[in-house]
């Protein structure tokens, strides 16, 4: 079954990448192909991780899905919409690698951001960001700034955020590639959960592998550049909300984790083993 194939119908899937291909330009005109020719599906809900090589283009392919830059080639649809109308009406919530929170506004005022450029009376956006200080575990810190809180804290700040407007859509690059390996099972703990109380569809770059599977219903395997889409490996672990720290003793995850690292080192060969292909 093709990746394109494995969608629902065309204009409920969450995000939908029809051959994209990105080439950059230099300045003295040296091209460098960044993607060539990717097609992708997220469905609604879905979990769904990038994983390749360094500058295979899964960065690239994040900020094309979120309209901070244009394909050379191909269409991206999120919702149904055009990136760009999907951009325009806040479709989606963005955590990237730096949590990027205001340093002079308080935990708190971080998260309302969003609700307050939008027009959000101040009594909503204070509710909000309390249930949200809740769901992430940072009740207590409401009124501390950032730079009292640590990385891992920070980040579940930026993912509170990005959750802020309940999104059913997260674009998340490397959120968690900072953190120490405790911190980040946590974060992996957490936003299993958060994914499992809210139904939002993710599309989620990392560099490990245990992580991608852990998180995900389907891991992207990514070749090295120009980045394509080498295979497409169905991973789902247990419902999302029953993924629980056990999970990482188990032999289906340690299976899927060597599934994953065989592909990325181009070992198995396309088709095998529950693997989609395109
Ligand atoms: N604005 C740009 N101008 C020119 N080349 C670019 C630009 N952005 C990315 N590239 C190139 O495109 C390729 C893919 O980059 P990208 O950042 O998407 O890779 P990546 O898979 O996210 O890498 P990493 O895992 O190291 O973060 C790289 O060769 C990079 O140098």
Redesign the pocket.
Known sequence: MSAKASGVAAGSLAVDVTEVSRI?T?KKGAS?A?LDNVSLTVNPGEFVSLI??????????MRLIADLDTPTSGTIEVFGQSARQARLNQSYGIAFQQAGLLPWRTVAGNIELPLELHGVAKPARKARSAELLDLVGLSDFAHHYPDQLSGGMQQRVAIARSLAESPRLLLMD?PFGALDEMTRERMQNELVRICGETGAAVVF?T?SIPEAVFLSDRVVV?SP?P?RIRDILSVRLGETGERGENLREESSFFQAVSQVRELLHGEVPVGARGVETR
Do not use: I
């Open positions: 950059f230099g460098v960044a390749g090589p360094s500058g295979c283009g899964k960065s690239t392919l490397e770059v560099h990514m550049r980045g």
